[in-house]
């Protein structure tokens, strides 16, 4: 590794480091200064208030680490040109390419540890810190942190189960309803009065199972006092928990439901949305680094200032286009790629132009 190359990379990786210590400390002392008033009603434990911001910490880190990186990439580019270091660079050969590669490197990894963070460590810490905010905050010192209404929740093969009722200190839930599919039809509607995990297993009471044909028609029912169903993978803590948001999910967990989902015959469109920008987000990263560089090299005065500005506004106008995009694929106005990577496509476009035309 040349000295040159040392030193660009010294410059890069301290601007991200500072950077994220400052968004992040930033977005706890707002979070906290909004949440405290609640913390302070409901008598939390120092503790449990430590632990949810441990838990949030992940979630916060790939929200800010784009605009750390194009922060350092602004920043990078516009010491060495403040300094001149970037005309006597050039004047000895060096392009911008060349000294664009070991940022891009660097954004490589980040957007390999984004993707990791996103697959394993993210969707983790955000189901305990939401256990730790329903238990703990919402419904302090209260009986309801056990009892869920109205519990929805599709297992596998497209099991869809509903609860009217679930108690999760007794493992028990009424009003019981469960439908099955087979080749995108419903195959079983199974109704009880209540549900009881005993020794592992589910024991339902007082219902009926009705049967359907291949295309509809009821091909049979019978009626049971009690019935241990078999194959059922479901836990009392899926029940009490509910359904997994896609960004408490892994890629793996996603694919899976939209798999078991469209053998129910439901709609994925969303799904599919979400499943792409599992890859799409952490790949911003690296558009993100070539549009500051390619951007950098054209200004020719300003400091950290307006490299602050200009990482602000761009990472504004960027996530406010993916979210726009992915609330249009939800709603199935854009196609779940175009919604996913539009943002990117468009941004990634703006800086091979800027880097084109930016003086080697």
Request: proline share 3%.
């Amino acid at each position: 590794m040349s000295l040159i190359t040392r030193y660009v990379l010294r410059l890069f990786v301290t601007a991200i480091a500072v950077s994220l210590v400052a968004f992040v400390s930033i977005f706890f002392v707002v979070d906290l200064i909004e949440q405290l008033d609640r913390f302070l009603d409901r008598d939390v434990a120092p503790v449990y208030i430590a632990l949810y911001y441990v838990y949030y910490l992940p979630y916060i880190f790939v929200l800010t680490i784009p605009v750390s990186l194009l922060l350092a990439s602004l920043y990078t580019f516009g010491q060495l040109t403040r300094l001149g270091e970037l005309t006597a660079m050039k004047a000895s050969g060096l392009s911008l390419y060349r000294l664009l590669r070991p940022l891009l490197l660097v954004s490589v990894v980040v957007c390999a540890g984004l993707f990791w963070a996103g697959e394993w460590l993210v969707p983790h810490t955000s189901m305990k810190r939401a256990e730790i905010k329903s238990e703990h905050v919402d419904m302090q010192g209260g009986e309801e942190q056990h009892v869920r209404h109205d519990v929805y929740f599709r297992g596998e093969g497209g099991r869809q189960t509903y609860m009217r009722v679930f108690d999760g200190r007794s493992a028990k839930g009424t009003g019981i309803c469960v439908t099955e599919f087979s080749g995108g039809s419903i195959s079983s509607v199974l109704t009880a009065e209540s549900a009881v995990w005993t020794d592992g297993q589910w024991l339902l009471s007082n219902g009926v199972e009705r049967r359907f044909q291949i295309g509809g028609g009821l091909s049979g029912f019978t009626s049971f006092a009690a019935l241990e169903p078999e194959g059922w993978s479901e836990t009392p803590e899926d029940f009490l928990r509910g359904q997994k948001r896609p960004e408490e999910m892994s890629y793996g967990e996603l694919a899976q439901l939209i798999r078991n989902v469209r053998r129910g015959g439901g709609d994925v469109q969303g799904y599919l949305v979400d499943l792409n920008l599992k890859i799409a987000f952490p790949s911003a990263g690296l558009i993100i680094v070539l549009l500051g560089g390619a951007l950098a090299s054209h200004l020719r005065r300003g400091g950290v200032a307006v490299g602050f500005a200009l990482s602000i506004g761009i990472c504004f106008v960027y996530w406010g286009l993916l979210r726009f995009a992915q609330a249009f694929g939800h709603a199935g106005l854009l196609p779940p790629m175009a919604a996913a990577w539009g943002a990117n496509a468009l941004f990634g476009l703006l800086a091979l132009v800027l880097l084109v035309r930016a003086p080697k």
